[in-house]
Protein backbone atom coordinates (compact mmCIF):
# COMPACT_ATOMS: atom_id res chain seq x y z
CA UNK A 1 0.00 0.00 0.00
CA UNK A 2 0.92 3.46 -1.00
CA UNK A 3 0.93 6.23 1.82
CA UNK A 4 1.93 9.23 0.32
CA UNK A 5 -0.79 11.96 -0.51
CA UNK A 6 0.32 14.87 -2.53
CA UNK A 7 4.19 14.51 -3.16
CA UNK A 8 3.01 11.05 -0.78
CA UNK A 9 1.83 7.84 -2.36
CA UNK A 10 -1.61 6.63 -1.63
CA UNK A 11 -3.31 3.09 -3.31
CA UNK A 12 -6.49 1.84 -4.20
CA UNK A 13 -6.41 0.36 -7.95
CA UNK A 14 -6.72 1.18 -12.08
CA UNK A 15 -8.37 0.95 -15.16
CA UNK A 16 -8.70 1.02 -19.23
CA UNK A 17 -6.22 1.34 -22.19
CA UNK A 18 -7.82 1.52 -25.37
CA UNK A 19 -11.64 -0.65 -25.77
CA UNK A 20 -13.63 -0.40 -28.49
CA UNK A 21 -16.70 0.87 -27.56
CA UNK A 22 -15.67 4.65 -28.61
CA UNK A 23 -18.17 7.47 -29.48
CA UNK A 24 -17.31 9.36 -32.86
CA UNK A 25 -18.53 12.39 -33.90
CA UNK A 26 -19.93 13.55 -37.29
CA UNK A 27 -16.11 15.36 -38.80
CA UNK A 28 -14.04 14.67 -35.58
CA UNK A 29 -13.98 18.42 -35.41
CA UNK A 30 -12.88 19.50 -31.92
CA UNK A 31 -15.77 21.11 -30.15
CA UNK A 32 -15.62 24.91 -28.52
CA UNK A 33 -15.39 24.83 -24.80
CA UNK A 34 -18.12 25.06 -22.62
CA UNK A 35 -19.72 27.92 -20.93
CA UNK A 36 -21.18 26.01 -18.54
CA UNK A 37 -19.34 26.05 -15.04
CA UNK A 38 -19.07 23.07 -12.77
CA UNK A 39 -20.50 23.88 -9.23
CA UNK A 40 -17.31 22.71 -6.37
CA UNK A 41 -19.19 21.79 -3.62
CA UNK A 42 -19.49 18.03 -1.60
CA UNK A 43 -21.40 17.03 -4.83
CA UNK A 44 -18.27 17.27 -6.91
CA UNK A 45 -14.97 15.66 -6.80
CA UNK A 46 -11.80 16.03 -8.72
CA UNK A 47 -9.94 13.51 -10.52
CA UNK A 48 -6.09 13.88 -11.05
CA UNK A 49 -5.08 11.32 -13.45
CA UNK A 50 -1.92 9.37 -13.85
CA UNK A 51 0.34 12.82 -12.57
CA UNK A 52 3.41 10.42 -12.50
CA UNK A 53 7.20 11.23 -13.14
CA UNK A 54 7.27 8.51 -15.95
CA UNK A 55 4.55 11.06 -18.08
CA UNK A 56 6.32 14.05 -17.01
CA UNK A 57 9.82 15.39 -18.85
CA UNK A 58 12.69 12.93 -18.26
CA UNK A 59 9.99 9.94 -17.66
CA UNK A 60 9.85 6.69 -20.03
CA UNK A 61 6.61 8.07 -21.79
CA UNK A 62 7.22 11.18 -21.12
CA UNK A 63 4.00 13.63 -22.26
CA UNK A 64 5.41 16.82 -23.76
CA UNK A 65 5.14 19.73 -21.25
CA UNK A 66 3.58 17.39 -18.83
CA UNK A 67 4.95 19.23 -15.67
CA UNK A 68 3.70 22.32 -16.51
CA UNK A 69 0.05 21.37 -15.44
CA UNK A 70 1.27 20.39 -11.61
CA UNK A 71 1.06 23.99 -10.04
CA UNK A 72 -2.92 24.20 -12.21
CA UNK A 73 -3.31 20.80 -10.80
CA UNK A 74 -2.50 22.05 -7.11
CA UNK A 75 -4.03 25.60 -7.28
CA UNK A 76 -7.78 23.64 -8.85
CA UNK A 77 -7.38 20.75 -5.62
CA UNK A 78 -7.48 23.49 -2.74
CA UNK A 79 -10.94 24.40 -3.87
CA UNK A 80 -12.30 20.81 -3.81
CA UNK A 81 -13.21 18.74 -0.64
CA UNK A 82 -13.41 15.69 -2.48
CA UNK A 83 -10.43 14.66 -4.78
CA UNK A 84 -8.92 11.16 -6.22
CA UNK A 85 -6.29 10.09 -7.51
CA UNK A 86 -5.17 7.81 -10.42
CA UNK A 87 -1.77 5.83 -10.16
CA UNK A 88 -1.20 3.68 -13.53
CA UNK A 89 0.78 0.45 -11.92
CA UNK A 90 1.98 -2.09 -13.93
CA UNK A 91 4.13 -5.14 -12.94
CA UNK A 92 7.57 -5.81 -14.85
CA UNK A 93 6.66 -7.23 -18.34
CA UNK A 94 3.34 -6.13 -18.54
CA UNK A 95 1.19 -7.32 -21.79
CA UNK A 96 0.87 -3.72 -23.21
CA UNK A 97 4.70 -3.18 -23.23
CA UNK A 98 6.36 -3.23 -26.36
CA UNK A 99 9.19 -5.05 -24.86
CA UNK A 100 6.38 -8.08 -23.77
CA UNK A 101 6.06 -8.70 -27.85
CA UNK A 102 9.56 -9.86 -29.62
CA UNK A 103 9.74 -7.81 -33.17
CA UNK A 104 7.50 -5.02 -31.70
CA UNK A 105 7.92 -1.30 -31.13
CA UNK A 106 6.43 1.52 -28.74
CA UNK A 107 3.45 2.65 -30.59
CA UNK A 108 2.34 0.15 -32.79
CA UNK A 109 -0.61 -2.25 -32.63
CA UNK A 110 -1.52 -5.30 -31.15
CA UNK A 111 -4.60 -7.06 -30.91
CA UNK A 112 -5.34 -8.48 -27.48
CA UNK A 113 -8.24 -10.73 -26.17
CA UNK A 114 -9.86 -7.79 -25.42
CA UNK A 115 -9.24 -5.80 -28.28
CA UNK A 116 -7.15 -3.06 -29.89
CA UNK A 117 -3.95 -2.29 -28.03
CA UNK A 118 -1.52 0.80 -28.44
CA UNK A 119 1.97 -0.36 -27.49
CA UNK A 120 4.09 1.26 -24.95
CA UNK A 121 7.35 1.82 -23.83
CA UNK A 122 8.17 -0.08 -20.40
CA UNK A 123 6.73 2.65 -17.82
CA UNK A 124 5.13 3.15 -14.24
CA UNK A 125 6.12 -0.11 -12.94
CA UNK A 126 5.65 -1.52 -9.43
CA UNK A 127 8.21 0.71 -6.60
CA UNK A 128 9.74 2.50 -9.63
CA UNK A 129 10.73 6.01 -9.74
CA UNK A 130 9.25 6.73 -12.72
CA UNK A 131 5.68 5.58 -11.38
CA UNK A 132 6.15 7.91 -8.48
CA UNK A 133 3.88 11.00 -8.59
CA UNK A 134 5.43 14.10 -9.45
CA UNK A 135 7.33 15.42 -6.74
CA UNK A 136 5.53 19.03 -7.10
CA UNK A 137 2.08 17.41 -6.38
CA UNK A 138 1.06 19.19 -3.07
CA UNK A 139 -3.02 17.73 -2.57
CA UNK A 140 -2.36 16.83 0.93
CA UNK A 141 -6.15 16.12 1.82
CA UNK A 142 -6.49 13.72 -1.81
CA UNK A 143 -8.37 10.58 0.27
CA UNK A 144 -7.82 7.56 -1.81
CA UNK A 145 -6.16 6.23 -5.00
CA UNK A 146 -6.83 3.85 -7.93
CA UNK A 147 -4.47 2.56 -9.28
CA UNK A 148 -4.76 0.70 -12.86
CA UNK A 149 -3.10 -1.45 -14.63
CA UNK A 150 -1.75 -3.48 -12.50
CA UNK A 151 -3.24 -7.19 -14.02
CA UNK A 152 -0.59 -7.79 -16.59
CA UNK A 153 -2.73 -9.25 -18.93
CA UNK A 154 -5.16 -6.15 -19.38
CA UNK A 155 -4.17 -2.25 -19.57
CA UNK A 156 -6.22 0.43 -17.92
CA UNK A 157 -6.81 3.59 -19.22
CA UNK A 158 -9.82 4.77 -16.98
CA UNK A 159 -9.82 5.36 -13.53
CA UNK A 160 -13.44 3.37 -13.78
CA UNK A 161 -13.19 0.27 -15.83
CA UNK A 162 -10.32 -2.09 -17.10
CA UNK A 163 -9.57 -2.02 -20.84
CA UNK A 164 -11.58 -5.44 -21.12
CA UNK A 165 -14.46 -3.25 -20.09
CA UNK A 166 -16.04 -5.62 -17.67
CA UNK A 167 -13.79 -4.98 -14.73
CA UNK A 168 -14.97 -1.92 -12.93
CA UNK A 169 -12.38 -0.42 -10.63
CA UNK A 170 -14.92 0.76 -7.70
CA UNK A 171 -14.45 3.90 -8.25
CA UNK A 172 -18.15 4.64 -9.25
CA UNK A 173 -19.42 3.41 -6.52
CA UNK A 174 -17.00 5.09 -4.11
CA UNK A 175 -18.46 8.17 -5.35
CA UNK A 176 -21.47 7.06 -6.08
CA UNK A 177 -21.64 6.23 -1.80
CA UNK A 178 -20.22 9.82 -0.88
CA UNK A 179 -23.12 11.52 -2.82
CA UNK A 180 -20.65 12.52 -5.98
CA UNK A 181 -22.71 13.37 -9.04
CA UNK A 182 -20.47 15.81 -10.88
CA UNK A 183 -16.92 15.11 -11.78
CA UNK A 184 -13.71 17.33 -12.22
CA UNK A 185 -10.97 15.50 -14.61
CA UNK A 186 -7.73 16.90 -14.84
CA UNK A 187 -4.20 15.04 -15.87
CA UNK A 188 -2.12 12.84 -18.14
CA UNK A 189 -2.37 12.46 -20.95
CA UNK A 190 -5.72 14.48 -22.42
CA UNK A 191 -6.25 11.70 -25.40
CA UNK A 192 -5.93 8.82 -23.08
CA UNK A 193 -6.35 8.17 -19.43
CA UNK A 194 -7.82 11.53 -19.24
CA UNK A 195 -9.80 10.64 -21.96
CA UNK A 196 -11.04 7.34 -20.78
CA UNK A 197 -11.86 8.40 -17.39
CA UNK A 198 -13.82 11.07 -18.33
CA UNK A 199 -16.31 9.10 -20.89
CA UNK A 200 -16.38 6.45 -18.16
CA UNK A 201 -17.54 9.31 -15.59
CA UNK A 202 -20.36 10.97 -18.16
CA UNK A 203 -20.98 6.50 -19.14
CA UNK A 204 -21.72 6.40 -14.88
CA UNK A 205 -23.84 9.50 -15.11
CA UNK A 206 -22.03 12.05 -13.39
CA UNK A 207 -21.89 15.37 -14.90
CA UNK A 208 -18.42 15.43 -15.70
CA UNK A 209 -15.93 18.39 -17.17
CA UNK A 210 -12.12 18.28 -18.18
CA UNK A 211 -10.25 20.97 -17.81
CA UNK A 212 -7.96 21.58 -20.57
CA UNK A 213 -5.23 23.39 -19.34
CA UNK A 214 -4.71 21.30 -16.92
CA UNK A 215 -4.12 18.74 -18.89
CA UNK A 216 -1.05 17.92 -21.88
CA UNK A 217 -1.53 15.23 -24.48
CA UNK A 218 0.95 12.78 -26.04
CA UNK A 219 -1.58 13.32 -30.06
CA UNK A 220 -0.65 10.48 -31.88
CA UNK A 221 -2.10 10.31 -35.21
CA UNK A 222 -5.26 12.54 -34.38
CA UNK A 223 -5.87 11.65 -30.93
CA UNK A 224 -6.44 14.43 -29.26
CA UNK A 225 -8.93 15.93 -31.58
CA UNK A 226 -10.82 12.90 -32.03
CA UNK A 227 -10.63 12.55 -28.22
CA UNK A 228 -12.32 15.87 -27.10
CA UNK A 229 -14.51 14.59 -30.25
CA UNK A 230 -15.72 11.68 -28.62
CA UNK A 231 -15.82 12.44 -24.99
CA UNK A 232 -18.22 15.96 -26.58
CA UNK A 233 -20.39 13.28 -27.70
CA UNK A 234 -20.70 12.33 -24.32
CA UNK A 235 -21.77 15.24 -23.15
CA UNK A 236 -18.06 16.26 -21.26
CA UNK A 237 -17.71 19.70 -21.04
CA UNK A 238 -14.26 21.30 -21.90
CA UNK A 239 -13.15 24.46 -20.10
CA UNK A 240 -10.31 26.59 -18.75
CA UNK A 241 -9.48 26.57 -14.85
CA UNK A 242 -10.51 29.96 -14.90
CA UNK A 243 -13.79 29.04 -15.87
CA UNK A 244 -14.49 26.85 -12.52
CA UNK A 245 -17.90 27.61 -10.70
Known sequence: ??????????AVDRRVLIAGATVLTAAGAVPARSQER??????????????QNDFCPGGRLAVPKGDEIVSVVNAIARRFQNVVFTQDWHPEGHSSFASSHPGKKPFEMVQMPYGPQVLWPDHC??????????????????QTIVR???RKEVDSYSGFMEADRRTPTGLSGYL???????AVVVGLATDF???WTAQDAARNGLQTFVVEDACRAIDLNGSLDKAWADMAALGVKRIKAGELG
Open 176 to 182: KERGVTR
Open 193 to 195: CVN
Open 148 to 150: KGY
Open 38 to 51: PMIDNATALIVVDV
Open 125 to 142: TWDSAGAEFHEGLDVPHA
Open 1 to 10: MDKRFGTRHF
